[in-house]
Structure formats: structure tokens, C-alpha cells
């Protein structure tokens, strides 16, 4: 049950976040998560959004250059070492993580969300599974 | 000081008798490439041109022109003059193989060029009491062989260090007391920079004078490197289609350049229409070897934009000045002294699956030509994984560097970025100030 992200090519200098977020909330799309790599002279913005396809759509009019890449959205326990716990089976699974970054956490559920770009996402839901932690579902994200 | 000639009957013949001089040879030249020549004889004959119409320049006018897409059709056989048994040596030009330019001497050749090149060094006021070093490549490029043949002739010390090592060539021109360097005008000044760096001022340094040339270079750039060398600086100018550097030199009046009229004729012409401009006019420099055997070009297009100028020079040489070349009528950027062409960027990244959607910008930082190559990012190519994009630009570097020999930077940038003017996309933007 992994989430669709959608990552979009930036140039690394003054404005061109500005430009994606903008064009974003001039499209009514509302940001659920979001990190940034960077290189010397370019960038990716990663981002789970409200609206996936509305989101794409109103992207690519605004000719930037994206892609939807499966992530998994891992709903981790707020406490000491609760992240620690899932990293720990994932390596004895052999699961890499390549990237992470957090959602909004849930006050509510008393949980912070990761979300996780891994080698084999496959492993990485059967063990969560087997430790009984949480997949977040998109929609689930979406309204959060 | 009293003006210094390698061979002053020649260079200081009054224009009648330079002229006649000239006729004479290009009536054998033209006999010469008619006989030995067929790709050029055919030329001719589809101009309905035999050597009996050329009795001395004023014919030049009849005669086809030779462009470097010539020099590729019959490469590498097809413009030579001379059985490759009377040929010695070849030299090639920078560049692909496809651009690639490959001459023949022959002895008589070779000794012509550096009669060239040893006419520039003394007009440099080299003697043979002065230690040249000659800090241009040697191999293909014609820089170090030339000059060093020249150097020979003057009898001047000849130090071959070649380029590069930067430590070693200071060591040279301090403990061997070099008095006169040849290289490349950006590796002068990067040269002198370092020399600054080490504390040495322009008194410590034994030089006295340089010639430089292979690349464009400004004024302000000469006066740089005249104050951080404590040198006089000298242009010199040439192309390995014409035997190579020493085509046309400077002399004390650095005010154009003297070109070696008893071995080149030139002309100047429109690059459009291809007529021929009166004197003064600025246009292509065109070329043709009146006394070359091996490789004999006849109207060589240089593709270099420039004047020609008959004013007497105070230096007594009576041979016609040639101003530094403004620019090119073709797209050839010349960048840290390879010739460079937008074309071959463009196959590189064709190769590599990129669209041929690129931006070329060319800067001088710190004297040294640096080379961007801008790509636009395309849904195709665009993958979340940075380490699989930062790979595929490193082989674009790669594939840069093995077609043009120079290493360029390539960014990526954001689609619809470059630049576009009337629908056409500016390739090229040159922002060196030269």
C-alpha cells in the first residue's frame, strides 16, 4: 500500500521554490509533506499532496518537469526510539532506506508519519506488518 | 634600438618588387595545384579557370575558393601536392576527427614556416644571445614545433618546455634566465599571476619578450601581462592550413600584424556575397600559400573577420598588416585554444539521449576560457534517484571531453529556460570580453 509522491526538477538558486509553491497554491493544491535534495546546481522538491492529479495537472501547464514515485507512508509511534524500532527490522529485513522525511504528525493518533523511499517495498510492508506498524493510506494523507 | 630583421631583404622590398615577387609565384603555384592537384584542378575547371588566366593577383579573382568543408571532403589525402615520399612531416589541427585538419610538409615547407617564425622572433628582438622558451604544445599543435623551428633559425637557446607544469616553466625562466616566452596569451597571463603569487616582481623575472598567439586576446589583456612580466608583449597569428603560427607576427609597433606577403597572398571578401572588398575594408581574411608544396591552399577561407592595412610602418617592414581578427563568420568558438563548434556539442548530446535543446556560455574568469554547457531537464530524463542524474551528467562531461578535448561544466536547467528569440534558440553566448 505505498503513497504516490510527486518529485519535481528545480534549479538550485533564489525563487524557484517560490515559483513551485506558488504555482501550487494558485492551483488549490495543499502540501502534505514536502522535503528538498540539492546538488551544486540543481534540486529535487519531493511532496505529498492533497490532490494528486490535480496536483500533476496544474504542474505540468506550469512546465515543471515531475514524476510520481511509490513511497511508503509509515505511521512510526511519537516516542524515544520509536523510529530506531522500524529502521532496526528494516535492516535485518535488508530494506534500504534511500530517502525519509516526516509528514505533519498526528496529535490525535499520538504518532508522527515518515514518509520512506526504500529499496523493496515489498519487505519493508510485510515487516511492518509483522511488527504491526501502521501504513498510511493517501487518502488518509490527503486529509489530514 | 635599431630595428632587427631575420631576413631584411625580404621584409623590407619595396611593395613593386614584393609584387612581382608574388605574380611570379603564383603563376608556378597555380601551375603546380593544376598538375598535382586534381580535387583543386577540378575546382577550376568547373570555373572554366586554367593557369594560363592567372598572370598575377589581380587574377586571384578567378580562382575557387578552398573552406575548411573542402579540407574535410578530401581528408587526408586529397589536397596534397607532393607524393607522400617528398613529405616529412604532418601536423593537425585541435578538434574531432570529423573537423580535424591535416597538413604535409615537406622539407621546403617546413623551413618556409620557420623562416616565418624566426622573422617574428626577431621582430620581438630576439637574437641569438636570448633564451626562448617556448611554452606552446608540442606534438600535433603547430605552437611548439613552430616556434621552436624558429627559434633554432634565429639561433636564439631553445628551452622546449612545452605547456603545463606551471612550476617547472618558472624554474626554467628563472634559472636558465629565459628571455623571450612563447605560449599561448592566457597561459602568459595565468603565468605571470603565479609569479605574482610567489612574490616575484617584474624586475626578478628575466624575461624581456613574448609571443603570443592561438587565441583571441584583448589590449587590456596585453598590458596585463606587459606589467605583471615586465615584458613587451607580441601577437602572433596563423593556422596550421598555412604551416601554422607565424602567418603574420607583430612588430615593435604592436599595430597589426606583418603577414609574410612572399609566402601568403591575402585578400579580404565579403563571407556572403564572396567578393572581394577594397583595401581597408573589413572582412574575411582569405589566404593563398603562393610557395607551399605539399599542402598548397589556394583562397583559403579562414573564416577570421579582419582588415588589411598598407600605411608604412616605422618598423621599416614593408609587408601588409593584418588587424587582430574581430571575430569569425562561422560559429567555431575558439576556447582555451581549441577550436570548438556548437555542432559537436550538439552530437554528444544527441548521443546520450538528450534532447538538442542546449545553451553554450563561454566567460573568461581569471584569464582561463571556461566552457558551461546548459541542458534542459525533459520529463524523460527527469528520475527522482539524484544519483542516477548526477551520473548522466558526468558522462555528458565525459562525451564533452573526449569530442572537443576540453572539460566543460553541463548544468542542468529548468525546461523553456534557454533563452529563445524569434522561436530560434540563442546557442551561443559569448560573454568574454576580449
Redesign the interface.
Known sequence: MSVK?I?V???NRPG?LYNLTKTLADGGIDLRAMSV?E?K??G?A?MIVDDLDKAATVLKEA?????L?PVIAVAVDDVKGGLARVLDEFAKADVNV?YMYSALASKATGQAYMIM?VTDTEAAEKTLSDMNVRLVRQEELAEM | MAEHYYQPEIETMPREQMKELQDEKLRVQVQHVWDNVPYYRKKMEEKGVSPEDIHGQEDLKKLPFLSKADLREAYPYGLMGKPLKDCVRIQSTSGTTGKRVVAFYTQHDLDLWEDCCARAICAAGGTDEDVCQVSYGYGLFTGGPGLNGGSHKVGSLTIPTSSGNTERQIMFIQDLSATILCCTPSYAAYLGETMAEMGLKPEDIPLKAGIFGAEAWSEEMRRDIENTLGIKAYDIYGLTELSGPGVAFECSEQNGMHINEDHFIAEIIDPETEEVLPEGSEGELVFTAIDKEAFPMMRYRTRDICSLSRKPCSCGRTHVRMAKPKGRSDDMLIIRGVNVFPSQIETVLLNNGYPANYQIIVDRVRNTDTLDVQVEMTPEMFTDNIGEIEERQKTLVEGLKSMLGLKAKVSLVAPKTIARSEGKAVRVIDKRKI
Open positions: 509522491q518529485s526538477f528545480l534549479e524557484t535534495a546538488t546546481d540543481f529535487i519531493r512546465e515543471f518537469v515531475n514524476s514515485m534511500e523511499r
